[in-house]
C-alpha cells in the first residue's frame, strides 16, 4: 500500500517537475530579477501538484486504515468508512438529469437529498458543510462522480439549496461519513 503511494508521488513530482522544467526553458531566466517572464501557468502547475499530493496521501492513507480497522470490525471485503472526512469543492447537479438513472440504479430526483462521489459505497449517509457559510446538510450517495478535477461531491439541487450554493455553483466543503 506505501509502495504504491510512493509511486503515485513520485510520478505527479516527476511529471510536474518536467512541465515546471520546460515552462522555466522557454523565458530563458538569466537573473532573479527575470521571475516576472516566469509563464504564469509555473504557478498552476505548483498548485496541481499540491493538490494532487493531498489528494493521494489523504485518500490513500485514509483507504489504508479503514481497511485495517473494518477487517477487523465490518463484513468481509466491505470498507468502514465511518469517521472519513475530506474537503475540497463541490457541485450541484439537478435539472437536466431529472429523472434519469443514477449509477446505483435508482432514478435520480433533484429534490431528494442525494449526492454523487468517485468512491463512497452506495447508501452512505454523509454530512457536507458548505465552508463558506458553516450550513450543512445530510445526504445519502446514490450515483458515482464528481469527474471533473478537483470536485470531490456533486449535490443534489435540494441540497445545494439547503447549503445556499445553488447560485455560486461550486463551494469548499467538508464531507463527514456518517454511516450506511
Avoid: C
Avoid at 508521488?9 to 512541465?19: F, R, V
Avoid at 485495517?68 to 470498507?79: L, Q, T
Avoid at 432514478?107 to 463558506?132: E, K, S
Avoid at 470536485?151 to 450506511?180: C, H, K, T, Y
Amino acid at each position: 500500500m506505501h509502495q504504491k503511494v510512493g509511486k503515485r508521488i513520485a510520478t505527479a513530482l516527476i511529471l510536474t517537475g518536467i512541465g515546471l522544467s520546460n515552462h522555466l526553458e522557454q523565458t530563458k531566466l538569466t537573473s532573479v530579477r527575470d521571475v516576472e517572464k516566469i509563464p504564469a501557468t509555473a504557478p498552476r502547475l505548483l498548485s496541481d501538484l499540491a493538490d494532487r499530493l493531498t489528494d493521494i496521501v489523504k485518500v490513500e492513507s485514509s483507504a489504508w486504515a479503514t481497511e485495517k480497522i473494518g477487517s477487523a470490525i465490518g463484513r468481509s471485503g466491505e470498507k468502514q468508512w465511518h469517521g472519513y472526512s475530506q474537503k475540497g469543492w463541490a457541485s450541484w447537479y439537478g435539472p437536466g438529469l431529472h429523472g434519469n438513472l443514477t449509477a446505483s440504479g435508482e432514478r435520480f430526483n433533484q429534490y431528494d437529498l442525494t449526492a454523487a462521489h468517485r468512491n463512497l459505497p452506495f447508501g452512505t449517509w454523509v454530512r457536507v458543510t458548505n465552508l463558506n457559510n458553516n450550513l450543512s446538510v445530510v445526504v445519502r450517495i446514490n450515483d458515482r462522480g464528481p469527474y471533473i478535477r478537483g470536485r470531490i461531491i456533486d449535490v443534489s439541487a435540494a441540497a445545494a439549496q439547503e447549503v445556499r450554493m445553488r447560485q455560486s455553483g461550486v463551494v469548499p466543503v467538508r464531507v463527514d461519513v456518517l454511516g450506511r
